[in-house]
């Protein structure tokens, strides 16, 4: 039942804010929301359009213990991430890792496996954890 009643939320949210743009999708890694997901005008510091939509997608954590876990998982995954990047020469991308590192165009999919060869079992391994907590806390509001 409360799959329906989440998916049902889900299909409610609005795809455009009350300027008319399309909202934008995030995710909040503030140490109070770690890991939410929210919806919000693309607009919102645009002093012209004065657009302030703003909408959490997820449920707040269940408490501050999950939360600090979560951020500590994260900047153990972006340290690593730093660490694997600094030892191959390049430098970090700016951003979501696995939205502009791992899913980068093919192009470029042979140097993001040579940086990820020498600590690959730490990154899966931190990315494993940070995934399996999230979906605990997750499966813990049912």
């Known amino acids: 039942m409360s799959s329906s009643s989440s998916s049902s939320s889900m299909n409610r949210l ?38 302030k939509y703003f909408r959490w997608v997820d449920p707040p954590l269940p408490s501050q213990w999950y939360a600090d876990l979560l951020l500590v998982l994260h900047n153990n995954v972006n340290l690593e991430n730093h660490r694997i990047f600094g030892e191959f020469g390049q430098e970090q991308p700016a951003g979501n890792f696995f939205g502009d590192v791992v899913e980068q165009p093919m192009t ?4 993001a496996q040579q940086a990820m060869e020498g600590g690959r079992w730490k990154s ?3 990315v494993s954890v940070v995934s399996f907590v999230f979906l605990f806390v997750m499966l813990m509001d049912w």
């Open 14 to 51: 609005r795809k455009r804010c009350y300027c008319g743009d399309p909202v934008g999708r995030w995710t909040s890694w503030t140490p109070l929301n770690p890991g939410r997901r929210f919806i919000g005008c693309p607009n919102y510091q645009n002093g012209l359009k004065d657009c």
């Open 108 to 111: 470029q999919q042979p140097i």
């Open 124 to 126: 899966l391994l931190y």
